[in-house]
């Protein structure tokens, strides 16, 4: 017997076998079928959907659950346009804390001011506090001269802006935030996911560098599944700087691991390992994504997070000893050595596949996109970044560069996987937003930004269901309403493939059948 029978639906399916249905059987949190497969199943719970457009659950194949959920609760400076204004904020901010406390500042971004802040600024702010202002990107920061008096000798600055590595030593210093601290902060933010119809994430990171939170962050996911507070299913992306000689055995083929030699796979339905997260480059917004040409306006092309052999042995390593890899690569410089490294990886060693990503993928020139399909590496790209901050983009990029951000078209046609995703906080985590860019690619101004890699709402709707399932390893759970896949469904209040994405609702998001948002429907 079914547990709960759902008819009178618009189902999309994004199953080629059965794209569309009307019915949908549920048992135990899984599809049993649709249509005529469960019309003669007897069911607990009959539900008449009248008419209401049901799809898989959306999948966000990269984005920061404990960052967005500090963040929510941390005071911000998003609102303000005046250095004034900013150091207003950071003053009350830092009275309500302490002294001798951090102040966690987030929502900074030089380029609506004009200029960075400086330590000297917010020493005269800080009341004796420990002040870190995060830029948006999560690459840059600026803190104040008590800060820099902490960090380890040599850390470069520039009148307290810290970038890359600089950025991970000042984060590093402020860790690591608490369990609880962490367990409400991915409670937080996963819920917001669910009201954006979102029913699983990749984590895009843990463990080290600008993505570490805690040494222990790990133990925080698994506390909030224990205690029924992880509200959506979750991979976790592991620090490629975790790697290290564990004095495995000859024979295992593994020159370095994470302890235990933990991989991509180990865990259950609601949590587990996902890839091995490695940084080629910075961001665009902080300038320091690596280009092979410089920003238009700037003396400087940005830079490579680390020397070019080091991320390949990491890449190299980590494909040898079985990850999946996702490189984070925003500038066509990072694509290279990314694309590079694991061509070398795979040259070496064969016979490790690891449905490899580039996370980002932010400038690919027209040379890169086929080396992309030749080595059968998916491209997880943030669509709204375009949305949000396409205006500057294309401005540092220059008309000769602009039409190769964010691509889409040029990835489909040369047979790429093309998986959606939001990187927020950084910006809008809404998919509906992101497909409406991808169709479009209209920036928030009404800019249009490389219109021939626009994409059909439908190949919109696959990148965030069947294509991020596939490129997080969950095309035999997730991503489509199939016989055995995970219930997890989204309805919405129309068809994004015949109206426009960025203006539909969500009505209710359900979990492993369970409506856990929006509008009791069942």
Known sequence: MLDLLLVNASVVTMDPARPAASRIGIWRGRIVGVDDAVAALPARRTVDLGGAVVLPGFVDAHVHLAWTGIAAAAASVAGERTVAGVLAEVARAAAARPAGEWVDVVGYDQRRLGRHLTA?????????????????????????????????????????????????????????????????????????????????????????????????????????????????????????????????????????????????????????????????DGGMMARTAALTEPYVGESHAGALYADEAALHAVIRDGHRAGWQLAVHAIGDRGVDVALDGIAAAQREFPGHAGRHRVEHAGLVRPDQVPRFAELGVAAVVQPTFLWSFGDDYAEIMGPRRAPWLYRGRGFLDHGVRLAGSSDRPVTVGAPLRAMQFMIDRRSRSGRVIGPAEAITADEALRAYTAEAAYVCGWERELGSIEAGKHADLVVLDGDPRSAAPADLSVRATAVAGEVVHGELLW
């Open 120 to 280: 000297a600024e917010l020493d005269s702010v800080s009341a004796g506090r420990k002040v870190l202002v995060l830029h948006d990107s999560g690459h840059a920061c600026v803190v104040d001269s008590t800060v820099l008096a902490l960090l380890p000798a040599g850390t470069e600055h520039r009148d307290g802006v810290l970038v890359e590595a600089g950025t991970a030593a000042a984060r590093t210093l402020r860790q690591p935030y608490s369990r609880a601290e962490l367990v409400d902060a991915i409670e937080r933010a996963g819920r917001q996911c669910l009201a954006e119809g979102v029913t699983a994430c990749a984590e895009a990171g843990v463990g080290g560098g600008l993505i570490r939170h805690s040494p222990i962050e790990v133990a925080a996911y698994q506390q909030a599944e224990r205690e029924g507070r992880l509200p959506l299913r979750v991979r976790l992306m592991v620090a490629g700087d975790l790697l290290r000689d564990l004095g495995a055995h000859p024979g295992d083929d593994t020159p370095r691991a994470m302890d235990l030699g933990l991989r991509t796979g180990f865990g259950g339905d609601w949590l587990s390992l996902g890839a091995l997260k490695i940084f080629t």
